[in-house]
């Protein structure tokens, strides 16, 4: 199975400021996905990223607040931008091949003072 | 709109104890369901994958059922330890590979 890298792993930030969360895949994947978990809450798919193109977005997010690149079959970003305390939640990419399992990164433990 | 629901959201038993965790879903159209393991302040873990055209499947001492028609899945945890503990997530695969999350089981397995 893929093996997911994630950083930062957690991180402090202040109000307004902007955060961009990496994301490497051990090897080519044909989806990769972002995710947030709010506190106590189960999780909620962000946006698709799409290889070499712009990302498809759920209902209630926005490309202007949470910008993402997918440059190549192995990484994505996400940007979580103008941040605040209402963003503090748990991000995680996963990444998904063929019929095989969807598997999680770690996720980014985010929070906005 | 599918919704996915996991009874219950809590559950407390003793070492030992075989133990039941339902997850249920309002439309049948899925294209697989899949049980994670979430502990706390971690990602998630896959525990087993049930595609739509399978009934169940089996991993140690895990086994998850899958009952399309009814849009029911359980999972079977038998003999349970304290390292079982954790959030359990089931998560349904609509066909365009977008998982739906269930709102989770937290369980803890006393000693």
């Known amino acids: 199975s893929a093996v997911i890298s994630q950083k930062p792993s957690r991180d402090i930030c202040q109000r307004g400021t902007s955060l961009t969360i990496q994301c490497q895949v051990d090897?080519?994947?044909?989806?990769m996905f972002w995710y947030r978990q709010q506190p106590g809450q189960s999780l909620t798919l962000i946006a698709t990223?799409?290889?070499?193109?712009?990302?498809?977005?759920e209902s209630g997010f926005v490309i202007d607040k949470f910008p993402i690149s997918r440059p190549n079959l192995t990484f994505s970003t996400l940007t979580v931008s103008n941040m605040s305390p209402e963003d503090s939640s748990i991000y995680l990419c996963?990444?998904?091949?063929?019929?095989?399992?969807?598997?999680f990164g770690d996720g980014t433990r985010l929070s906005i003072l | 709109k599918q919704e996915v629901t996991q009874i219950p959201a809590a559950l407390s038993v003793p070492e030992g104890e075989n133990l039941v965790l339902n997850c249920s879903f309002t439309?049948?159209?899925?294209?697989?369901l899949q049980w994670f393991r979430q502990d706390p302040g971690k990602g998630l873990t896959s525990l087993l994958l049930?595609?739509?055209?399978?009934r169940e499947q089996t991993s140690g001492r895990l086994n998850a059922s899958l009952d399309k028609s009814s849009g029911r899945s359980t999972l079977y945890i038998a003999a349970s330890q304290p390292g079982d503990s954790a959030t359990y997530l089931c998560?349904?695969?609509?066909?365009?590979?977008?998982?739906?999350f269930g709102t989770g089981t937290r369980l803890k397995v006393l000693a």
């Open positions: 998560a349904v695969c609509t066909g365009t590979y977008k998982y739906i």
């Open positions: 090897s080519q994947v044909t989806m």
């Open positions: 049930i595609q739509s055209s399978q």
């Open positions: 990223a799409n290889q070499g193109s712009e990302a498809t977005y």
């Open positions: 996963s990444v998904l091949q063929g019929d095989q399992p969807q598997h």
């Open positions: 439309d049948s159209a899925i294209y697989n």
